[in-house]
């Protein structure tokens, strides 16, 4: 057995004291998990959880006060410690008479998960292999991955994550295990099946990890719009297939949740609206579809009403070509459709969008003019929403006569329409006179 005891100087000094209130106690205390695994590749550790031979009760005893710990885990042996520094996970040895912590590491689900450390000496402890593992970048079951999937049918999704986090590669036996166990993954809660997914999405190898989840069945569960798109052909636009083309194109996008969900919907919609025409496939109106398909995910996998709004603005907007011949006010007028907070994500999106296409394009320049453009728009200050007018509502009535109404907000936008296409006309004595004139126009 080696000995890593450098460890426990990276761990937080709240997650220390749970680990020492335990031993003190005169309990036997391991790390086990992410945190050994992610310290072996060099990785600063994030999750830090432990393995001990307390009961549950001692446990909440011990660490309740000055911690507080989450009881609905604790009858199946787990106790969750919330801490100044985070969550803590704490396998309890003593449930049920299952003792040992090679016990409990025989339980994991990845020999890389596998590995333990002893508290406070760091003897680590690797009874599966999952050091030799993580030289070869495998992932690899604990014994029988079928059982072991069985027992939590999460783990294949978590299998994938941790391909797109490191670019591992499964073995032949892991991956037919994830294959056999893929139809389970219809009885995990929707909520972590979410989670994981996203987790999926922010990796740097996030093209290997989605494509795992095609090949192994997990994607027809919970994604199968995405799957639509396979092998469909597109148009010389395009050098490769909408499928293909869509995992690129998250490729390319940034490690943001908001854009890789954005650039992982945008033409899911394509494949039901693909027809050919004159001898080439056309997709009409895709974004709409894409946008209406994209809403309907989010809303299933339960995500909130704002994320869920954003993408599906990101979407319906991604189709931006031609800039280069835009008046400015239609770039304002592009500002103000998707919002500011959405600006730089939208243009992230078409960036990548554009590099998804595989063929040699101009496009991707003219994302970069229009980002230049926006940039000195926005320098410039324009009025980019009727609040920003240089007058309101009590202007309008005053001038106009108008009751105050749904009227007065119209005559708002039409004003403010006149500012987004000359912004040297939100001016408070221009837009005063253009109220007089109108409402004479109005009176006469």
Not at 69 to 93: C, K, N, Q, Y
Not at 183 to 197: K, N, T
Not at 330 to 340: C, K, M, N
């Amino acid at each position: 057995m080696e000995n890593i005891p450098r460890i426990f100087e990276q761990m937080p000094d709240a997650v220390a004291g749970v680990a020492e209130r335990l031993r003190q106690a005169g309990y036997a205390v391991w790390l086990v998990g992410g945190a050994v695994r992610d310290h072996v590749l060099g990785v600063p550790p994030a999750d830090w959880d432990f393995s001990t031979n307390a009961p549950t009760q001692d446990i909440l005893t011990i660490l309740s006060p000055p911690y507080r710990v989450v009881t609905f885990g604790l009858r199946h042996g787990t106790a969750h410690v919330v801490t100044p520094d985070g969550m803590v996970e704490i396998t309890s040895w003593a449930l049920n008479g299952h003792g040992g912590i090679d016990k409990d590491l025989e339980r994991r689900d990845l020999t890389i998960n596998a590995l333990a450390v002893s508290y406070p000496d760091g003897t680590l402890l690797d009874p599966f292999g999952g050091l030799k593992d993580l030289k070869a970048r495998r992932l690899r079951g604990v014994v029988n991955p079928l059982e072991r999937f069985r027992e939590d049918p999460l783990r294949p999704l978590r299998a994938a994550r941790l391909v797109s986090r490191y670019g591992f590669q499964v073995s032949r036996k892991t991956r037919a295990a994830m294959r056999d166990a893929a139809p389970w993954l219809r009885h995990v809660a929707v909520e972590r099946i979410r989670d994981e997914f996203w987790k999926l999405l922010l990796g740097p190898h996030v093209m290997e990890g989605l494509d795992l989840c095609r090949r192994s069945g997990l994607m027809a569960v919970f994604l199968p719009e995405l799957l639509e798109g396979w092998r469909k052909k597109q148009n010389s636009y395009h050098r490769y297939d909408i499928y293909r083309h869509t995992l690129l194109c998250v490729h390319h996008s940034p490690a943001q949740l908001r854009v890789r969900l954005a650039a992982l919907l945008h033409d899911i919609g394509k494949p039901r609206v693909r027809a050919k025409v004159g001898g080439t496939y056309r997709f009409y109106g895709h974004e709409k579809q894409s946008a209406l398909m994209a809403r309907d995910i989010l809303e299933r996998w339960l995500t909130s009403k704002k994320l869920t709004d954003d993408v599906v603005l990101l979407v319906e907007n991604h189709m931006v070509h031609d800039t280069d011949a835009w008046k400015d006010a239609a770039v304002r007028r592009l500002i103000r459709r998707v919002g500011l907070p959405l600006v730089d994500d939208l243009l992230e999106l078409m960036r990548a969008d554009r590099l998804a296409h595989g063929v040699p394009s101009e496009a991707l320049n003219g994302v970069e003019r229009l980002r230049a453009r926006i940039r000195r728009i926005l320098d410039e200050k324009p009025a980019l929403s009727p609040k920003a007018l240089a007058i309101n509502g009590r202007d309008v009535m005053q001038v106009t006569g108008t009751p105050q109404g749904p009227e007065v907000g119209h005559i708002l936008n039409q004003a403010f329409q006149l500012v987004l296409r000359d912004p040297a006309k939100n001016d408070r004595d221009f837009l005063l006179k253009w109220l007089e004139e109108k409402a004479m126009g109005v009176t006469s």
